[in-house]
């Protein structure tokens, strides 16, 4: 089975791969739309796999971007609220579900 820590590794090296960001970019303490749009992707996605939000604060802090958990429900709420972004969810979401259920990484 996989681990959580696996889990948010594979859901933030698609995201990366998604938006064509590197992944210390979409840590950075910014407000630029492709970095922004991407981390609230990425807790959106995270959220939707069932991993805490404690666990999404963690993991942001080992990439030097200390995070509150408010912050985390403001960006899953604001890329839950646009329309396009769900479609692009979809798209990940396939990917990340099998690789919960093989226990593999896709990438």
């Given at each position: 089975?996989?681990?959580?820590?696996?889990?948010?590794?594979?859901?933030?090296?698609?995201?990366v791969y998604r938006h064509r960001i590197k992944k210390?970019?979409?840590?950075?303490?910014?407000?630029?739309?492709?970095?922004?749009?991407?981390?609230?992707?990425?807790?959106?996605?995270?959220?939707?796999?069932?991993?805490?939000?404690?666990?999404?604060?963690?993991?942001c802090e080992r990439y030097g971007y200390p995070i509150?958990?408010?912050?985390?429900?403001?960006?899953?709420?604001?890329?839950?609220?646009?329309?396009?972004?769900?479609?692009?969810?979809?798209?990940?979401?396939?990917i990340i579900e099998r690789a919960e259920r093989t226990?593999?990484?896709?990438?």
């Amino acid at each position: 089975m996989i681990t959580d820590i696996e889990l948010i590794d594979v859901i933030a090296k698609k995201i990366v791969y998604r938006h064509r960001i590197k992944k210390l970019d979409m840590f950075r303490n910014t407000k630029a739309f492709p970095c922004s749009n991407a981390r609230h992707h990425f807790y959106y996605l995270c959220h939707d796999a069932g991993i805490r939000v404690a666990e999404i604060q963690r993991y942001c802090e080992r990439y030097g971007y200390p995070i509150g958990h408010t912050s985390i429900l403001y960006g899953i709420k604001k890329y839950k609220s646009n329309e396009n972004n769900i479609a692009n969810y979809n798209k990940l979401g396939g990917i990340i579900e099998r690789a919960e259920r093989t226990g593999s990484t896709p990438i």
